[in-house]
T-cell receptor, first 112, second 108 residues
Framework: EADIYQTPRYLVIGTGKKITLECSQT?????MYWYQQDPGMELHLIHYSYGVNSTEKGDLSSESTVSRIRTEHFPLTLESARPSHTSQYLCASSNGWNTEAFFGQGTRLTVV | KNEVEQSPQNLTAQEGEFITINCSYSVGISALHWLQQHPGGGIVSLFM???GKKKHGRLIATINIQEKHSSLHITASHPRDSAVYICAVNFGNEKLTFGTGTRLTIIP
């Protein structure tokens, strides 16, 4: 069973609000990732981190930001939510190159 | 461009049937992952392989490096196998590139 957790599972929020999606893992993994997935579509990498104080933007441009102050915690923040941010956001972690990836349950975000 | 293609996009079968889902990729890879996503949205890793074949219960994954192709097989399929199956690859780095998924529905 994967020890990676995302909260909240579902979030409906108004335009202009600031939101933070939480992701935590208890496996001590250095590598953590945020993916965005629209319904019926493939996952796209929006942020990744290879360790504490290391964050990089992914292949898909995103207005969100991330931080990695602790190994186990990789939160994603949207300063001002917009309807175009409506999507599912999945967090994942791995122990390194060519190792199994563990995924959280996802946060389904709706901005109204 | 590094690409991953899956087929079929949708598959409906009767309970008990043998299921095959295919994945092809454009250039050499360091590893290929098969993932399962249920309607709730969470993703579970089924297999990671870089050569040969792996088996877990009723699931079998194979990869042919020369042909740049992998298959996921499900024997004696069951309605609880209904999910989206996703192929993802490492193109020589730690980031994953994903296929669009195969939506499998098993009818009792």
């Amino acid at each position: 069973e994967a020890d990676i957790y995302q909260t909240p599972r579902y979030l409906v929020i108004g335009t202009g609000k600031k939101i933070t999606l939480e992701c935590s893992q208890t496996m001590g993994h250095d590598k953590m990732y945020w993916y965005q997935q629209d319904p019926g579509m493939e996952l796209h990498l929006i942020h990744y981190s290879y360790g504490v104080n290391s964050t990089e933007k992914g292949d898909l441009s995103s207005e969100s930001t991330v931080s990695r102050i602790r190994t186990e915690h990789f939160p994603l923040t949207l300063e001002s939510a917009r309807p175009s941010h409506t999507s599912q956001y999945l967090c994942a972690s791995s122990n390194g190159w060519n190792t199994e990836a563990f995924f959280g349950q996802g946060t389904r975000l709706t901005v109204v | 461009k590094n690409e991953v293609e899956q087929s079929p996009q949708n598959l409906t079968a009767q309970e008990g049937e043998f299921i095959t889902i295919n994945c092809s990729y454009s250039v050499g890879i360091s590893a290929l992952h098969w993932l399962q996503q249920h309607p709730g949205g969470g993703i579970v890793s089924l297999f990671m392989l870089s050569s040969g074949k792996k088996k877990h219960g009723r699931l079998i994954a194979t990869i042919n490096i020369q042909e740049k192709h992998s298959s996921l097989h499900i024997t004696a399929s069951h309605p609880r196998d209904s999910a989206v199956y996703i192929c993802a690859v490492n193109f020589g780095n730690e980031k994953l590139t994903f296929g669009t998924g195969t939506r499998l529905t098993i009818i009792p």
